[in-house]
């Protein structure tokens, strides 16, 4: 795999279930040392964690990053806030749609690119349990239909 290929480290796959994902946003993560091994042999997770736009600045909240098993002092808090590092037009168009459209921020993968730790965040609106039953009942019929064109 050549360094200009995204390869994917920790991926989300609650988020597209729990949310209807509108548009993707790719930002940038402020990590120290340890925590870029941690998430390089694959042992972080975003389950439950969001992104929150505070002062002018993106935050990531509740990611989880285990402590290296190599690292002594170096070690930081596993659940600590991380500073995403987006434009700043981009900042201010997410801070308002968060906030007017009750639409969140919700991380779906972490990746490296070209050596650098990335996030893709999800501008998305939360599913209600109907949503997510006609989802699935959507998923089955699509899968009988492939099922009954392949026996043909």
Not at 16 to 25: A, P
Not at 31 to 37: A, D, M, R, S, W
Not at 86 to 113: M, N
């Amino acid at each position: 795999m050549s360094e200009t290929e995204k390869r994917i480290t920790i991926a989300n796959r609650k988020a597209r279930h729990d949310y209807f994902i509108e548009e993707t946003f790719e930002a940038g993560i402020c990590l120290v040392g340890t925590e870029v091994k941690s998430i390089r042999a694959g042992k972080a997770s975003l389950q439950d964690s969001y992104a929150r736009m505070d002062k002018g600045e993106a935050w990531l909240i509740n990611m989880y990053v285990a402590p290296y098993e190599q690292g002594n002092r170096y070690n930081l808090e596993p659940r600590r806030p991380r500073k995403l590092l987006l434009h700043k037009l981009e900042i201010v168009k997410l801070a308002a749609q968060t906030q007017q459209k009750g639409l969140a921020l919700i991380p779906l993968k972490i990746y490296f690119h070209h050596g650098h730790a990335k996030i893709e965040l999800g501008l998305g609106k939360g599913m209600r349990m109907y949503d997510k039953r006609e989802a699935i009942a959507e998923k089955d019929a699509n899968r009988e239909a492939q099922r009954e064109m392949s026996e043909r």
